[in-house]
Structures are given as C-alpha cells and as structure tokens.
C-alpha cells in the first residue's frame, strides 16, 4: 500500500471555467510540481478558484481544503503563465502557509513551451525572484510541448 499525500489546488479566476486537464493530466503523471511525489501518490481533496483579485476565496477555500485534510496546496500554473501573472501569488502562499500551516507549492502542470516563449520575450520572469517561482514547473522542453 502506498502512502498518499492529499492536495488541494487553487486556480486564477480568469480560468474558472477549466476542467482542469492540464493540472489533472500532470497529477496523474507526476509531472510539473507534482514530481515532488516521489514517494507517495497525490490525492485531490479540493479544487477551486482564488475568486479573482485580490484572492477572497483564499481564506474560505484553504479552510475547507485542509478540513478534508489537504496537506499541501498548489497554486495552479495558470497564476503564473497568465499574463500578467498574479500580483498576490507570493501574499496567497505566505498566507495560507501562516494561517492554516499547510505547505504551499506554486504550480500544477509544466510551463507549457508557448507560455514560456511568450514570457521570455516579454521579460516576465527575468528576475530572480520569478525564476526561483517558476522553477517547480520548468519541466524539460518535449514535456512543456506536451502541454502547449
């Protein structure tokens, strides 16, 4: 029996309409910043979107995703790769990890090789600030192709 590691995630409200093919796709591969799970297998307890700017589904939505026992949440790719990205990413993650002592990882699925070109050459994440934050989804080139 594997052990399992129970997750919830949190999209941009510009996308509150997915279903969440990509996020799903890259839980069930692995892939992304879910190949953090090495050892145990990701559970989905809860899916939602932050409700738009500025977030004020954060705080009900990590609520109920750690009472159905999330220990770690994922700030969906969507608030990154979304142009512009998300000016609360940093405030979200800092505050569900304070409030409800959950960890939270920013990003689903792998930057897909579109988002990354475009952003490239906008300057987007030049700083090193934005690299170390899309780093989890920098996955290697024939998987960010796999998800354009």
Not at 62 to 73: C, Q, R, T
Not at 128 to 147: F, G, L, S, V
Request: glycine share 10%; net charge neutral.
């Amino acid at each position: 029996m594997s052990l399992k590691t129970k997750i919830g995630i949190i999209i941009c409200d510009r996308y509150r309409r997915c279903a969440g093919g990509k996020c799903f796709r890259s839980l069930k591969n692995k892939e992304g910043a879910f190949s953090i799970y090495t050892d145990t297998e990701p559970e989905l307890v809860g899916y939602t979107s932050c409700d738009g700017c500025p977030g004020g589904n954060i705080e009900y939505c990590g609520e109920e995703m750690v009472k159905n026992g999330a220990e770690v949440i994922h700030l969906a790719t969507g608030l990154v790769v979304g142009y512009p990205p998300c000016p609360y990413i940093k405030d979200f993650k800092a505050f569900l990890e304070k409030r409800f002592g959950v960890k939270v990882v920013i990003g689903t699925h792998p930057i897909p090789k579109k988002y990354l070109e475009m952003h490239t050459n906008l300057g987007t994440w030049q700083n090193p600030e934005w690299k170390q934050i899309i780093e989890p989804t920098m996955a290697d080139e024939a998987i960010r192709e796999n998800y354009n």
